[in-house]
Each structure stands twice: as C-alpha cells, then as structure tokens.
C-alpha cells in the first residue's frame, strides 16, 4: 500500500467540478509540498501542479490544488472527456528521505 | 526543448543486472537533481532514486538500497542507473525525471525492464 492515500477512483459528467483527496502525514505532508500528475493512458505522467497549487505554463485554469494540514486535494472544474486518465499525488517525506507518491485515481468522465 | 531519452531496458534473468541511461537535452543539466521513477505493469509510480547536482547526495527507496546505484555523468549532460541482484519485482516501466521548483518535470518516455526466466 502506498505512503499517501488517494481513493482509487472517480468520476463525472461533462461540466462537472470533482476533486479527488491524498491523505497523508506530519512527515510528507503535513511538512512539505504537494505535487500533482496526469497520466494518460499509455503516455508517461505530466506534472499538473507543484507547490501545492501552483501549475506550469500550459496547464488549464481548470486545474486548481489545495492542502491543509496533512492533507491535499485536487480539483478540475469544467470537465472534459479529455480529464479522463490517472492522477497521483507525491511529497517529500522526512521520515523516508525519499519521495512517496499516492496509489493513483482513475477518473472516469461519464 | 527538454527532453529526457531513456535506453538500456530489456528483458533480464532474476540475480541479473541492468545499466539504465538518460540522456539530457535542451537545459543545463548540472544544475537540477534528476531521479529514476518506476512503474510496475498496470500500477502507480514509485520513486527510486534521486542524485544531487554534483552527484554528492544519493537517495534510494529501501527496497532498491544495496542493489542498485544513482550516478550521472555531467559533461555527458547522462544520468544512469545500475541495478544489480534484479528480482521479479522489479519490472517495470523506468522514467528519468528532472525535478525542477516543487516536481518532477519533465518525464522521459520510459524504458521498460523485464526481469523473468
């Protein structure tokens, strides 16, 4: 099982806002960044947000990352068909020396 | 434009070994850490390892600690890794990753390691 938490799936229709949720501790998350990845099916991820929020040039507006506390969430508004793919959470961790990443989520846009 | 170009993936014998590479492209690669991040058929990520600047700081996930090793090769602008003692767990899809202000950014295209009899 991984270090952060992601719930496996979710879904929504067109239009839709949906967020999906990474848990995690006082050792990654609770005391450093969170970054956030698309993965497409059958492509290498792409960094989507870093920084807890921030987003690279080219990422959509419709892309937004919060945290608080030891947790960090992931929201799309305006969905598209095209935002259907995997997303995973990473952070830091102090405990570990090393980088510990989410188990994945698999967004299905109905 | 930046580009990360894995190679030296390939299907190996359990106890076998592997040298991974990565070779850099269109930014300055001795300024920026640069990691190796797997991905097992049909899961998610996993990092392995990530090296320094300098190469001076090394940092491994525990279950790779011992078996393989981080380096890279500045003037040849490469990043590489060497896995030894290989096991079944192992396969995997492996990605060289810059890490640039808060993620990993960009990933190369990936190389896939077999490790069966």
């Known amino acids: 099982q991984s270090v952060l938490t992601q719930p496996p799936s979710a879904s929504g229709t067109p239009g839709q806002r949906v967020t999906i949720s990474c848990s995690g501790s006082s050792s990654n998350i609770g005391s450093n960044t969170v970054n956030w990845y698309q993965q497409l099916p059958g492509t290498a991820p792409k960094l989507l947000i870093y920084?807890?929020?921030q987003r690279p040039s080219g990422v959509p507006d419709r892309f937004s990352g919060s945290k608080s506390g030891t947790s960090a969430s992931l929201a799309i508004s305006g969905l598209q068909s095209e935002d259907e793919s995997d997303y995973y959470c990473a952070a830091w961790d102090d405990s570990l020396n090393g980088w510990v990443f989410g188990g994945g989520t698999k967004l299905t846009v109905l | 434009e930046v580009q990360l170009v894995e190679s030296g993936g390939g299907l190996v014998q359990p106890g076998g070994s592997l040298r991974l590479s990565c070779a850099a492209s269109?930014?300055?690669?001795?300024?920026?850490?640069m990691s190796w991040v797997r991905q097992a058929p049909g899961k998610g990520l996993e990092w392995v390892a990530n090296i320094k600047q300098d190469g001076s700081d090394k940092y491994y996930v525990d279950s790779v600690k011992g078996r393989f090793t981080i380096s890279r090769d500045n003037a040849k602008n490469s990043l590489y890794l060497q896995m030894n003692s290989l096991r079944a767990e192992d396969t995997a899809v492996y990605y060289c990753v810059r890490y640039r202000g808060g993620g990993f950014d960009p990933w190369g295209q990936g190389t896939l390691v077999t490790v069966s009899s």
């Open positions: 269109g930014f300055t690669f001795s300024t920026y850490w």
């Open positions: 920084s807890n929020n």
